[in-house]
């Protein structure tokens, strides 16, 4: 009688682990996957800048 009451608990136990593991779906998207290479290029224009001020600025220019 005590060996069929744990079978019995053990046999529910594990149907109830069974019952209770996750899911892993994998699905593919419906659209494709696009990627932006939008990019916004501004170091070259900064750096033209900044060398203009520098040279405008400098002590030797005579402005200040």
């Known amino acids: 009688m005590k060996n069929i009451l744990i079978t019995s608990h053990l046999s529910i136990l594990a149907l109830l ?22 990019v916004r290029i501004e170091h070259e224009i900064r750096v033209k800048i900044e060398e203009e001020l520098d040279g405008i600025f400098a002590a030797d220019s005579g402005l200040f």
């Open 17 to 38: 682990l069974v019952t209770c593991t996750p899911t892993v779906q994998i699905a593919l998207p419906n659209e494709p996957i696009t990627i932006n290479l939008n």
